[in-house]
């Protein structure tokens, strides 16, 4: 069973408007962190922000933030303010705390986010 | 912030060669470093964990014969891809972690084997 679904392979949004991104997850460990990074055509991954499975609130960074959904096991990035340069591929991304993961990171198979201008 | 550097950045090989990649933490220790691949339009596949002073740990279905993976110190892991193929050609991306819930990336080796 997957363990990570983004159930949008591709996302189109206007400059300067809001956009979400689903995520969903599956893990029975308890301690667990929910990660979203960016990957431009350059590759690298930029780390966005986080949510640890205890955090109360959700998540914000900048325009990034989560919206933590515990009970339905999903954790949606939203962005702000849609910028041209946001255009890239989105992963998120668990990890699992118990049992000695120790910073091992399972991936959803990513969206692809396209900023229109 | 914690830094994390591969090199190269890219490497074209002739079909049969062997691939060295090297990932380093820049300013901090890490114990454990991971290797993942990454095809085209595809996600992140976690290959191996790299832990330092002992053998890695392989995903099902990577072949720990043909990705060698050495862990030397606390701060280098060495991915070798031995008689490379076309097939092996791919996005190879590590990860180490420091204090926190974070995980760095460095930015990734494209290897082309012709």
């Known amino acids: 069973a997957q363990k990570i679904t983004q159930t949008q392979p591709g996302m189109f949004v206007q400059e300067k408007e809001a956009v979400t991104l689903d995520c969903t997850y599956d893990t029975s460990d308890p301690s667990y962190g929910l990660f979203w990074y960016k990957q431009p055509s350059s590759g690298e991954m930029i780390f966005l922000i986080y949510?640890?499975?205890?955090?109360?609130q959700n998540a914000t960074e900048g325009r990034y933030s989560l919206n933590f959904q515990k009970a339905r096991k999903s954790a949606n990035l939203v962005i702000s303010a849609s910028q041209l340069g946001d255009s890239a591929m989105y992963f998120c991304?668990?990890?699992?705390?118990?049992?000695?993961?120790?910073?091992?990171?399972?991936f959803g198979k990513g969206t692809l986010l396209t900023v229109n201008p | 912030g914690a830094v994390v550097s591969q090199h190269p950045s890219w490497v074209i090989c002739k079909s049969g060669t062997s691939v060295k990649i090297e990932c380093r933490s820049l300013?901090?220790?890490?114990?454990?470093m991971f290797w993942y691949r990454q095809f085209p339009k595809q996600s992140l596949m976690l290959m191996a964990t790299?832990?330092?002073?002992?053998?890695?740990?392989?995903e099902q279905g990577v072949e720990k014969d043909k990705f060698l993976i050495n862990h030397a110190s606390l701060t280098l892991s060495t991915l070798t891809v031995t008689s490379a193929h076309p097939e092996d050609s791919s996005f190879y991306i590590c990860?180490?972690?420091?204090?926190?819930?974070?995980?760095?990336f460095g930015p990734g080796t494209r290897l082309l084997v012709l």
């Open positions: 991304a668990m990890r699992e705390f118990s049992g000695g993961s120790n910073y091992k990171l399972t």
């Open positions: 790299s832990n330092e002073g002992s053998k890695a740990t392989y």
């Open positions: 949510q640890g499975s205890y955090d109360q």
């Open positions: 990860s180490a972690g420091s204090k926190g819930p974070g995980t760095h």
């Open positions: 300013d901090f220790q890490a114990t454990t």
